[in-house]
């Protein structure tokens, strides 16, 4: 069945990038997304990728996409303390949009 | 705007006692989600409803209910709580197909002892 892995945690210093990897298994996403959980708070939809997109660039994020490897990656560049979050990687579900399946989620520590 | 509202916000139940999450948003969205977040599981995806009228299983239905109240209200109802559904409970939404992203509420945190 549909399966999405990233690691689980990330520790960076401040000012540092910070490179957060997914691999999904659902081809027929057409859509991929990385929401961010600040904590205590419900989801946020951070940043998303068209699946014939290799990359999208949105100010400090950078979302790479190997389609043939089902590899997806967010970049944060000039990480801050306020990143400090859970990032989730989430596919399509069955090629529909509204329907989600989410990673365990990366925890993000930023370091002073 | 309010987006989407959850009652309560924490709730502690004992074993086989049951109970109503409700849910609520004023986006006019069509699609009305319930997901459960476990340590280290990640966002499961328990029931959803496409429209007005319609629901669907998701990845884990058992032990719950749900129900399509009218556009705005998606309620989520446990029968006879059991340990294992101590979890943090969301509520999402989206205008439906064609549609990306979701919009989640802030969370319902339930203890079952």
């Known amino acids: 069945g549909e399966d999405v892995e990233q690691s689980l945690f990330l520790s960076v210093r401040e000012g540092d990038s910070s490179v957060i990897n997914c691999t999904y298994t659902?081809?027929?996403?057409?859509?991929l997304y990385w929401y961010k959980q600040e904590p205590g708070a419900g989801l946020q939809l951070l940043t998303y990728i068209f699946s014939n997109m290799d990359m999208k660039q949105d100010q400090r994020l950078t979302v790479l996409l190997n389609k043939k490897d089902k590899h997806l990656s967010l970049r944060i560049a000039d990480t801050q303390t306020g990143d400090s979050a859970i990032y989730f990687c989430a596919e399509e579900y069955g090629g529909s949009q509204g329907n989600l399946i989410f990673g365990k989620g990366t925890k993000l520590s930023v370091k002073p | 705007n309010a987006g989407v509202t959850q009652t309560p916000k924490f709730q502690v139940l004992k074993t086989g006692q049951s109970m109503t999450l409700q849910c609520a948003q004023d986006?006019?969205?069509?699609?009305m989600y319930w997901y459960r977040q476990d340590p280290g599981m990640g966002l499961r995806l328990i029931y959803y409803?496409?429209?007005?009228?319609?629901?669907d299983k998701g990845e884990v239905p058992n032990g719950y209910n749900v129900s399509r109240l009218n556009k705005r209200e998606f309620s989520l109802r446990l029968e006879s709580a059991a340990p294992s559904q101590t979890s943090v409970y969301f509520c999402a939404s989206n205008e439906g197909a064609n549609s990306y992203e979701q919009y989640f509420g802030p969370g319902t945190r339930l203890t079952v002892t």
């Open positions: 659902d081809s027929s996403s057409t859509y």
């Open positions: 409803s496409a429209s007005e009228g319609t629901t």
């Open positions: 986006m006019n969205h069509n699609s």
